[in-house]
């Protein structure tokens, strides 16, 4: 054979082993992956009751939801905030 086939033969199964390799090495669902949620605080505008639900597409801040169960005054969205948390660490 030439060389010139031998260096193409070679340089393609290099390429075919680092691809194989990096595919492999990358878990899909890492164990420390950071979890995130929206959340947003509901509060009620006569006597401050206050419940974190999960946010809705369609709400803002400002927005009347409901009435409250302590008092029946209306309930607001008073805040929608990012929750982080990190997934527990499984051990084989």
Do not use: H, W
């Not at 990096?22 to 401050?48: A, D, F, H």
């Not at 639900?53 to 409250?68: E, I, L, W």
């Not at 969205?77 to 527990?88: N, P, R, T």
Request: contains cysteine; hydrophobic residues 40%.
């Amino acid at each position: 054979m030439e060389p010139l086939y031998i260096l193409v033969i070679a340089l393609t199964a290099f390429l075919i082993s680092f691809l194989l390799m990096s595919l492999t090495r990358r878990p899909s669902n890492k164990p420390n992956e950071e979890q995130k949620k929206i959340l947003e605080v509901i509060k009620c505008v006569n006597c401050g009751f206050e419940e974190k639900t999960s946010f809705k597409a369609d709400d803002y801040v400002g927005k009347n939801v409901g009435k409250c169960p302590k008092c029946g005054g209306d309930l607001i969205v008073a805040g929608i905030y990012l929750e982080k948390y990190q997934q527990a660490e499984m051990k084989v």
